[in-house]
């Protein structure tokens, strides 16, 4: 059960830019293999991306499983739409599509 001010601060990162990453750990300290390797193609697409390590909320860490229907962790966001977590965002990033849509955001580095 997530209380207002939790849904409050899923907002305000889902907010914060067009890319949001609810992650384990930081980019540059990733504290998960499946975070890490999100990381990673969000980084060769050149993506600007907003990132939050869920460690340091463990009241949004629970609640942002209810908000998105999701129970894992990376959660990738485009737009404020969950996009899907690790192996999603790896599908991708191999088919192209993740650096298309996140270029027709602009979330990519010119």
Sequence with gaps: MS????????KTHL??????????GTPDFPQCGFSAQTVGALKACNAEFHAVNIFEDPELREALKAHSNWPTYPQLYVKGELLGGCDIALQ???????????SEVGAVAA
Excluded: H, W
Excluded at 3 to 10: A, D, K, L, Q, S
């Design 92 to 102: 991708m990033y191999k088919s192209g599509e993740l650096k298309q849509l996140l």
């Design 3 to 10: 209380t207002p001010e939790v849904t409050e601060r899923i």
């Design 15 to 24: 907010a914060a830019a067009p890319a949001v990453l609810f992650m384990k």
